[in-house]
């Protein structure tokens, strides 16, 4: 499963958006499409999860944490604690929570960003620029393809 694209998309007043066909279709037309929704950890966004992703995200982190260390336990109810599942509804629809809209600063356009195994959702405000300079974007993309000493395994997590 691997979603690709940017995407805008707009906010109704309950606070639900489409979630875009093209990403709909990666999806198995057998089962239900079952989603866990979070903030990014790292940016002011939101991410869509599939259950599977999830579910081995959540075990990778879980192994890498002791249940008899405080601040493991601390730093992994913080994690499971700011996520919500998702249901689509019968026209693809999902709404998305009041807490996590304040979160994020999404008002009514949000834009969807295909990221691999996952699906990103900003404020269609936020990414009116760039995300990264070119030049810096080129260097850092550079230092990163020379790098052989790095495992594609490490760096999806």
């Not at 008899?68 to 019968?90: C, G, M, P, T």
């Not at 404020?123 to 974007?137: K, R, T, V, Y």
Request: aromatic share 10%.
């Amino acid at each position: 499963m691997r979603f690709l694209g940017n995407i805008e998309a707009k906010l109704d007043s309950k606070g639900r958006v489409f979630l875009p066909a093209s990403f709909r279709k990666s999806f198995s037309n057998d089962a239900a499409i079952k989603l866990v929704l979070r903030k990014d950890v790292f940016q002011n966004c939101l991410v869509l999860y599939p259950e599977d992703v999830w579910n081995d995200l959540v075990e990778k982190l879980r192994f890498r944490l002791s249940r008899w260390n405080k601040q493991h336990q601390e730093i992994f109810r913080q994690f499971v604690y700011d996520a919500e599942q998702i249901e689509l509804d019968s026209n693809g629809r999902f709404l998305i929570p009041k807490r996590y809209l304040q979160m994020t600063n999404i008002s009514q356009r949000v834009r969807f960003i295909g990221m691999d195994d996952m699906i990103e959702i900003w404020s269609g405000e936020a990414l009116e620029e760039p995300l990264m300079d070119a030049q810096l974007f080129a260097e850092g993309l550079q230092a990163v393809m020379q790098n052989n000493n790095t495992s594609n395994e490490d760096n999806r997590q």
